[in-house]
């Protein structure tokens, strides 16, 4: 469960990595926290599809081949 200001939706986003949120109601917070501690299967999911979005996306291996990416789309231009 995070907010959803800056750069935590690009991280998040459509993965289904977590939930964001967008109020500061402790409430709308505190619903969110238990309905994913009350389902341990949900719970289990999202920390799967989190760890392959940050592997394939964030990871060192993932920038570095984004940019070789680039750099060889560049020099073919």
Request: avoid cysteine; hydrophobic fraction near 45%; charge should be positive.
């Amino acid at each position: 469960v995070a907010a959803s200001v800056g750069g935590i939706p690009h991280v998040i986003g459509a993965s289904g990595a977590g939930v964001l949120i967008d109020s500061r109601s402790p409430s709308v917070w505190a619903k969110a926290l238990t309905e994913i501690l009350q389902d341990r299967t949900r719970m289990r999911a999202m920390g799967e599809r989190a760890r392959s979005h940050i592997q394939a996306n964030f990871s060192v291996e993932g920038m570095a081949s984004r940019y070789v990416a680039l750099y060889e789309s560049l020099r073919a231009s």
